[in-house]
């Protein structure tokens, strides 16, 4: 087709924002109850249309994240998932999607706002699992970011900052647990640990355990980028289910 012919192809660009983070010792993702047509009263991830032309992606990210769940993207690291794109993805027309992930402790209960109309913490195995429908391809959004946390827990510290200021491999065990969704040996889990220098270092005196055992108190070490990784296992259904108790 000659250029003189050519017509630019309509297209909306839009942000979806992963939001994880640990709560009652599970992974769970922000979502909100959407307030508006299509998809009225499904749950999806907050987020939105690009806002005007001279709006960067990133701003249009840290809006939709006050605007829909009243959560500031303030101290939270939004780094790009990926970009999602599949013709038919969303009924009002070709819509392309940038999507962000951000994983942090410790998030507050969200508040909804404009186009939705709830936001709630929701455990993700019931998201993976199909147990709680999502509109658009939202679902495969957060299995991609879930899967980008897992990654993140083999080869960086982030598992240490779900942790107090002081705590024991066990308490440590049980975030990779739940972000991993398997059990894990204590002793391999020690093992490995212990492996990686400068990952965690010793903090004071033991801690009682509920079976008045003391357990030594560690708190993060200096060193950010493991070497070598904590590899996650491999993991299967019996496993997935052992983790929901």
């Known amino acids: 087709m000659p250029d003189d012919q050519w017509t630019p192809p309509a297209v909306l660009l839009a942000v979806d924002l992963v939001i994880l ?27 939105g249309f690009l806002g005007h032309l001279h709006e960067d992606l990133s701003a249009t990210a840290d809006r939709e994240l006050a605007e829909e769940a009243g959560l500031s993207a303030k101290g ?11 013709p038919g993805r969303d009924p009002r027309g070709r819509v392309v999607s940038v999507a962000y992930l951000a994983i942090a402790p410790r998030l507050p209960e969200p508040v909804a ?21 999502l509109a658009f391809d939202h679902r495969r959004i957060i299995a991609d970011g879930v899967e980008q946390a ?56 033991s801690k009682r355990t509920e079976t008045g055992r003391p357990a030594r108190l560690f708190r993060p070490g200096p ?13 299967t259904p019996a496993d997935r289910k052992a983790t929901k108790r």
């Open 21 to 47: 983070t640990l709560r009652e010792n599970h992974l769970q993702v922000l979502l909100v109850e959407r307030g508006v047509e299509p998809y009225r009263g499904a749950m999806a991830l907050p987020g």
């Open 76 to 86: 939270l690291h939004l780094e790009e998932l990926g970009v999602y794109g599949a």
């Open 113 to 133: 706002g404009t186009d939705a109309s709830g936001a709630c913490w929701t455990p993700t195995d019931l998201v993976l699992s199909g147990e709680a429908a």
């Open 150 to 205: 897992r990654s993140k827990l083999e080869h960086s510290a982030l598992a240490t900052a779900f942790c107090g200021p002081t705590f024991t491999i066990s308490e440590l065990q049980e975030v990779y647990e739940a972000v991993w969704g398997v059990p894990l040996d204590p002793r391999n889990f020690y093992r490995k640990v212990q492996s990686v220098d400068g990952f965690i270092v010793p903090a004071g005196p």
């Open 223 to 235: 060193r950010r980028i493991l070497h070598p990784p904590m590899t996650r296992p491999v993991s």
